[in-house]
């Protein structure tokens, strides 16, 4: 498997999305974002998808790249902004940033954003928080993707959501989507014909399964925690659609394509509240307690949330990033 | 098995609470918690627990029936409290209240408690922030109760979460904790000598498992969702011992017995931020597109998070609610 530099990498999506039209600052933000998503190990939202993004853009439909995010309410510290189908990572990053300066002010921050577009990564934002110094909490609604619990029929998204906290040493950072693997992991699975290590939902015939491709066949991925997954995908949706005044999964999914979803970005400064010295000592005193667990495998390691991230990150900066080779030449000749 | 009427039930309860030294207000409080539990099924927070909770507050250790919550910092729209080891439900009570006060004033308010006691169910803080008419979201830390994902030590609390959204044919409510099966439905299963539906956690020879007890004595219940489970505990603890300047899990867990937690509660005053019609219609929406998806079971139901729960109060309302004889009877007792 070829590896490629993050620099690299940056340049090639940078250039790509200059040549598809984007503006220089969109450009450079998109092209960071989809290099930093591989740099970190999240393949799921970086080369896999990256065509698909430019081909998005270029088709227009639902899909405005020279769009600005509108404020059209603003309610002490939860304002409301319209993404008008703009690109998904400049609305959403200009949206935590927003969120981050209501926090500065009142200590805690709300932004709901709707008519957005697909954000890729949602730790992207969290980590973007987590990096100003602010706890960063933030998830995007989704078209439907995963069956309610009780019914074989998609009517929940899977509804990811970050948390990002601030650390010295590499921020905590918990990115999750409510079925117990993404669309984007089982892609990446499936494409590398490899089983899930945990069953990720059912087969058609209603039993458990470790096969990528027959739960997407049955459509029938399992939310984290069977019911409660489920629930919590529920109260996500509504919170979005209800203080973005958005689409919610119901619209999303009647509409057939996902376009114009509902997202909350949410920053806490905790380093005013907490204090600077505080946050840093019960940070660790968190996670050392976490790392002293015995690991139930041998050689094996307890990790914080964000943890084995930064270990991929490492390795990646130091010895390229991996990708598929025919993945790869598709961006080199795009 | 007997039926107990809700106004019979919370008498006794009441009662009982008097007599143990509460003051009126705190005694009918809790009295009415300890009720409006049982009466919606939360059986796992309701007469099982009260003897205990009676016997903890009697014998004053770490516990203060007349602790005085006091404001220990203030930070825009965030506020920490210390809790002073009262009763957690008088506590929580307070804090969910003056978030909504908060969130009157600036669409959001967020208060941070520390040194608080166990506050019996999440849910009520939730549903105390609907029936006001906004949205409510809180959790708390606890002890360690679960392993993090990779080790078989308990080192993770299972840090229950709520969140509710006022809906007026009976609000929506998210209940949950980070293990598939909570400290108190495992104490219920057990009793009825009951296995789980779901595997809930790992036997002592490392297999998933469905008995209870197996669970209880390897120590290794299942975060839901595996290492997702896992990761949103860590994430909602830290949350909280930061913001609230407040115990962590690693901190109560050094400690021994479990008092002094922290918790976290936030309200979002979705009426002004939606618009009381939309806010009505979105809701009906989504929980009308929920209701259309095919059950997998003949006769089965697709239902939201607490709907449920509204069945079981009123079939509890109109018919009594179900007690243990004996358990019932120790209250009659005390």
Known sequence: MPHIAFEKMFEEFHRVLLKAGFAPERAELCARIFAENMRDGVYSHGLLRFPKFVEKACAGNSFDIDADLEKVGSFGVLEQWDGHL?????????????????????SMGCVALKNNNHWMRAGTYALQAAEAGFIGICWTNTTKLMPPWGSGEKRLGNNPLAVGVPRQEGHILLDMAMTQYSGGKTMIYSHNKESFPLPGGYDSEGELSCDPDAITESGRPLPIGYWK?????????????????????????????????SQIFIAIDVKTVAGEQSLQETVEDIVGYMHEAAPLEEGGAVTYPGERMLETRRQNLAQGIPVDAEMWQDVLDM
Do not use: K, W
Not at 86 to 106: D, F, K, S, W, Y
């Open 86 to 106: 703009g690109p998904g990572m400049v609305n959403a990053t200009a949206c935590m940033e927003r969120a981050i300066e209501l926090a500065r002010q009142h």
């Open 229 to 261: 997954g489920s629930g919590l995908a529920f109260v996500l949706d509504m919170i979005a659609a209800l203080l973005a005044g958005g689409r919610s999964t119901a619209q999303l999914s009647r509409q057939g394509d996902e376009y114009g979803v």
